[in-house]
């Protein structure tokens, strides 16, 4: 499975360093990289990821990383495309 990066998550992400490399841009580089490295991860056994608490769908999965939830959908392909932290479910 190719793993594919929709705009929202690559927007979310690249906000999320700015503001990790305004105080050490090391880190920002690590966090990035390792963060990558977990979601290459995900296409050997998606579904091992647990089920989405944001959406009523088996086919969306949470990977938690660091205390961010990096939301992706699994179709023919994976598609990244959530990336928040520390959020409970929403309430309706």
């Not at 992400?13 to 991860?41: C, T, V, W």
């Not at 296409?43 to 086919?59: E, G, H, L, T, V």
């Amino acid at each position: 499975m190719k793993i594919l990066f929709k705009d929202t998550f690559v927007l979310r992400l690249e906000k999320q360093i700015d503001y990790i490399s305004m105080g050490n841009p090391g880190n920002a580089r690590k966090f990035k990289r390792e963060l990558l490295s977990k979601i290459k991860e995900i296409s050997s056994n998606p579904f091992r990821y647990r089920k989405s608490i944001y959406f009523d769908n088996p086919a969306i999965r949470d990977l938690i990383f660091k205390g961010y939830t990096i939301v992706f959908r699994i179709a023919e392909n994976i598609e990244v495309f959530g990336f928040v932290k520390y959020q409970n479910k929403p309430t309706d």
